[in-house]
């Protein structure tokens, strides 16, 4: 029985978890997928049936209530500050990059992009194509520090027309597992409080 629930466990830690976005902007467009999800877009959207609901949703709460609440926020507040006061500095930021950049246990990424455009004007289309083409090396390094990126595609595809034109089409597959979680957060968790000895409170 032990076996089967050290198993079970092992499963649930290494089994990969894949995750489906993509994204779609243009001037007649945009959306936002999860998988076939949409949770955000120009007419609809998940995130904006929950927003739209809340706006229209109208709650009346008592004045005194609501002071209450805000002290009692406060003073929450004043206690999570004086037992956990991490500074944010460039030391620990440095430590958390260079950390996370060595780190071998990383989820990995599979990334296409496609990008369409037209600054109405050829000579300017073609100069900015030039400057976009930069952008991938960089974009590459970035992807690199947090995942292993076992595809990465990104096109620009300059129009040469009259007219301003822009369409982005991203498709992205995140793959991880509950182990490789677990062990990014000790490694980060690992800096704050290395950082809180360097700088005591």
Not at 92 to 116: A, E
Not at 141 to 156: A, E, G
Request: aromatic share 14%; with cysteine; glycine share 2%.
């Amino acid at each position: 029985m032990l076996f089967y629930i050290i198993l079970i466990l092992l499963l649930l830690l290494f089994i990969p978890l894949p995750l489906k976005f993509s994204i779609f902007i243009s001037k007649e467009e945009y959306f936002f997928k999860f998988y076939n999800l949409n949770l955000f877009s120009k007419d609809d959207g998940l995130i904006k049936k929950i927003l739209n609901k809340k706006k229209n949703s109208k709650i009346k709460e008592d004045k005194h209530v609501d002071d209450e609440i805000n002290k009692a926020n406060k003073n929450s507040n004043k206690k999570e500050k004086k037992n956990f006061n991490i500074k944010f500095d460039k030391h620990l930021i440095k430590n958390i990059y260079k950390t996370i950049k060595k780190n071998k246990f990383k989820p990995s990424i599979k990334y296409n992009g496609n990008i369409k455009y037209s600054l109405s004007d050829s000579s300017n289309t073609a100069i900015f194509y030039g400057l976009l083409s930069n952008i991938n090396p960089f974009l590459y390094y970035l992807f690199n520090i947090v995942f292993k990126v076992k595809k990465f595609k990104n096109k620009f595809n300059p129009i040469f027309k009259d007219e301003i034109i822009y369409e982005l089409s991203i498709s992205c597959i995140i793959t991880f597992n509950l182990a490789q979680i677990i062990y990014i957060a000790l490694l980060i968790l690992k800096c704050l409080l290395k950082n809180k000895e360097v700088n005591p409170v």
